[in-house]
């Protein structure tokens, strides 16, 4: 007999549900409480037409509408939403029956145990047993997939009713009977999820046919759910029926799961657009971002690429200015724009590749290895601009040592010559006599002699000058030309002194002659330029201005010796009265000339000596610098080097979760950013080496360059494996992989990782696929199944697998649980050989 008092819902020993049981001494004539069975004809009725509505149909009377078994099979048609067998059209009772079973097996094939229901009854109107059908029925379809926090059908859906009522007053589901009497639980339930359909704050527990009606009029007129049940049902019932009420409430539990169901998909695709709109957005902001860093660079090149030079110092150290201007402020914004592509690029990949969408291929000429091409192009024109400007620099430093050489020796050797073609010109010895033509002969052998020792200076100044031809120096022509006329005048001089030295032969007075190109030469040591770069040249030329100033006593005591000579000829013409006629025919050197030329020369030494010691202070000054320099580059270049070794061992080794790593990566990155100052430091170093036009130290081996781009590259690494590792993060928390896991992959990744670069070459992951258990063999086949595989994890063709990339394949290839198994036994022998190798 079909028994109200029964527990429906358990569950019986093979799974299935046995909704009615049969008791030892059933009896099938046993009778519902009128009441309840008013309720459930009610509710049971309203609910069967809730869905044949749907159809077109309805019914009156539950026992006599369900006989021939067409709207039963049609009922179950509509909940289930699958065909049943055709029916059958015959008024038989036959018909019937074999119709109530067709519905019936259809029941039993949902995993429903019928007990003690045949199709006899229910064709022959037993009530009973069709409100016990009807009842399966609603168990099977509206309450049994009900899921509450790992509770399912009556206790799922009274945990439900529980937690959404729990915030109200008076409110108290404990049951589906007494607990809805006074109908607070029925309006609780449609103001959490409508509150702006009732008024709760008015309601009463002591006016529940109020209550009741409100509910049940709000729920059919705004809710679709016909109305089950009056509300003198419950009022005027001890105790409601709890299968009438479970119906009614399951009806709202559907009504608002199956909204909230609508709202969660609307969200989904809210979600989805978001991230497709995001997406997107990241692919155009990485279009604009890579045609303004190329058109830059493009731009950029041509003026790194300018090797025009300029005439003067003060032009080329404005060059040099220009392009401190670059590397300090327009270059470093577009470091960090070339590290923020990379990171977008990644971060799009990984977010495409987490939302099972084509790998982003950006257009022609974009892609990242063609902006590191660019790049690498941009850094080559750098180098060898910034190489072009200190060669440059020292050109120009040495065209004006030079051009300042040329012109002192020129003026000089000018000054000297002189008169010196007229004097050769003379015919003085055509009236002279025969001592006089001895004379005039001994004073031409000394202008001889004074003629060969000025050949090296006019060698000199013809060397200067087709040194300054080869530098490309600017005002060459007119060096030229001058240094022409002082070889043709040399050429001439030299013909005219072969012509009238044909009668001459060597004089005495050589000393004398001797003696004048000594303080003459002395004098155009003591003005000659210098130009040097070490304390140890300086200290070389200070030493030789030493030797020589230790010579000026003994030539003191030569000037000494022709003065007296001098002074002793003027006493005995005095005191004998001597006619001399004219200057000494035997020189052409005066007491007059001597004493001025060795004032000169006293007026000369204590100029270099200050010249000397100046150019030693300055020199002092750039070793100093030098140390400087080299002292801070020589902890900075080694310190850079180590946290891009440290960085690297961060993201390869496995300490931790992936946040204890990102929280690792970011104290370093904040710690680096900290190291700025010292960087910014040494560049100011760096820039007065150059003005004090420095161009070696043997002191580091690091160059300001060598600093710079360790530094980029130091700030790209650090950026781009923090971005490594939030990647790593959207992948795991997407696709469900456990820190097991992960640690299985990174130890896998990195014993194919031979040299450490944190990447694997193409033969490198194929090895590792191989140890893996893909099947790549050395054929065609495998040639294309291991390009397919490189295509997905390779999307930019660089050749070579990220961390990142390989996990998001591995993840993707695992999915399936016994070849997950399979990789994950791979993983650890792969661990227990490199801890054998080890």
């Known amino acids: 007999m079909y028994n109200m008092d029964q527990d429906q819902d358990q569950y019986d020993g093979d799974g299935e549900i046995a909704y009615m049981h049969q008791e030892d001494d059933w009896d099938r004539d046993m009778l519902l409480d009128p009441a309840w069975e008013k309720q459930q004809r009610k509710t049971f009725t309203a609910w069967c037409n809730s869905h044949l509505r749907k159809a077109g149909t309805q019914i009156d009377n539950i026992e006599e509408d369900f006989r021939d078994g067409l709207k039963l099979m049609l009922l179950l048609e509509v909940i289930s939403g699958e065909r049943l067998a055709k029916p059958e059209r015959g008024k038989m009772r036959v018909h019937k029956i074999s119709n109530v079973n067709k519905a019936l097996n259809f029941i039993t094939g949902k995993g429903v145990k019928l007990v003690s229901i045949g199709a006899e009854e229910i064709v022959d ?170 058109e830059w660079i493009r731009r950029t090149i041509p003026w790194l690429e300018n090797r025009l030079p300029e005439n003067t110092m003060a032009a080329m150290q404005q060059k040099l200015e220009d392009f401190r201007d670059y590397r300090r402020l327009h270059k470093p914004p577009k470091v960090q724009e070339k590290c923020q592509l990379e990171i977008n690029f990644n971060t799009l990949q990984t977010k495409l590749r987490l939302s099972n969408r084509p790998a982003f291929m950006p257009s022609e000429g974009k892609m990242v290895s063609d902006i590191n091409n660019a790049w690498g192009g941009l850094e080559g024109a750098e180098k060898g601009y910034e190489e072009w400007l200190l060669n440059e620099i020292r050109r120009l430093e040495r065209l004006d040592h030079l051009a300042e050489k040329f012109r002192q020796k020129a003026t000089i050797h000018e000054a000297w010559t002189e008169g010196k073609e007229a004097m ?88 004398e002659t001797i003696d004048q190109l000594y303080l003459e030469f002395a004098m155009e040591d003591l003005q000659d330029t210098f130009i040097v770069h070490t304390i140890e040249e300086i200290q070389g030329l200070s030493t030789a201005h030493e030797q020589f100033k230790a010579t000026l006593p003994e030539a003191d005591k030569e000037r000494q010796a022709i003065l007296g000579i001098h002074n002793e000829i003027a006493k005995i013409v005095q005191t004998y009265h001597v006619n001399m006629a004219g200057t000494n025919p035997y020189t052409t050197i005066n007491p007059q000339e001597v ?221 399936d649980t016994d070849t997950a198994d399979q990789v994950v036994a791979s993983f650890k022998v792969l661990a227990g050989d490199k801890v054998n190798t080890v």
């Open 125 to 294: 109107g037993n009530a009973k047993m069709t409100l016990g059908m009807i009842w399966t029925i609603i168990l099977r379809f509206a309450i049994q997939d009900i899921s509450v926090e790992e509770t399912s059908a009556k206790e799922g859906l009274l945990l439900w009713c529980q937690r959404k009522t729990a915030p109200y007053k008076n409110v108290n589901i404990q049951n589906f009977h007494i607990s809805w009497k006074d109908g607070l639980g029925f309006c609780a339930l449609i103001h959490r999820h409508r509150p702006e359909l009732i008024d709760y704050a008015k309601l009463r527990k002591d006016d529940p046919m109020t209550n009741l009606n409100t509910a049940f009029d709000v729920a059919e007129k705004y809710l679709d759910i016909p109305k089950m049940l009056d509300a003198e049902d419950i009022v005027g019932t001890a105790r409601p029926d709890e299968k009438a009420i479970m119906t009614y409430v399951s009806s709202f539990y559907h009504a608002f799961s199956g909204a909230q169901k609508a709202e969660t998909a609307a969200n989904r695709i809210c979600k989805v657009l978001a991230v497709n709109q995001e997406n997107e957005q990241l692919m155009e902001d990485y279009e604009k971002l890579a045609s303004d860093l190329l």
């Open 424 to 511: 050769l010109q003379k015919h003085d010895y055509e009236t002279a006599s025969l001592s006089e033509i001895k004379a005039l002969l001994k004073k031409h052998e000394a202008f001889e002699s004074d003629l060969a020792a000025h050949q090296d200076r006019v060698e000199q100044i013809a060397a200067i000058a087709q040194e300054l031809n080869e530098l490309d120096y600017y005002d060459s022509p007119s060096v030229n030309a001058r240094c022409q006329n002082i070889c043709d005048q040399w050429d001439a001089l030299g013909a005219l002194t072969h012509k009238r030295s044909e009668a001459l032969q060597r004089t005495e007075k050589l000393l």
């Open 595 to 815: 004493n001025a030329k060795w004032d000169k020369v006293r007026q000369l030494v204590p100029q270099r000596d200050q010249a000397l010691i100046e150019e030693h202070a300055r020199q002092q000054n750039n070793e100093r610098l030098r140390r400087q320099f080299a002292n801070q580059a020589n902890v900075i270049g080694p310190w850079i080097q180590t946290k891009m070794e440290e960085i690297g061992r961060i993201s390869m080794e496995m300490n931790g979760t992936l946040e204890d790593q990102l929280t690792h990566l970011r104290q370093y990155e904040k710690n680096i950013v900290n190291y700025k100052p010292k960087i910014d430091q040494l560049e100011g170093d760096h820039q007065l080496i150059q003005e004090a036009l420095i161009f070696d130290n043997k002191h580091t081996n690091y160059t300001m360059e060598h600093i710079r781009v360790g530094w980029e590259q130091l700030l790209t690494t650090i950026a781009r494996t923090i971005n490594e590792i939030e990647n790593q993060v959207l992948t795991r928390d997407a696709k469900g992989i456990s820190q097991e896991q992960l640690n299985e992959y990174r130890a896998s990744f990195n014993h194919f990782d031979r040299d450490h670069s944190g990447t694997l070459g193409a033969e490198e992951f194929k090895a590792c696929l191989i140890s893996l258990g893909f099947d790549i063999a050395n054929d065609a086949q495998g040639e294309n199944e291991f390009s397919r595989i490189m295509s997905i994890v390779d999307p930019n063709r660089m050749g070579i697998v990220t961390f990142q990339g390989f996990i998001d394949f591995m993840s993707r290839e695992t999915a």
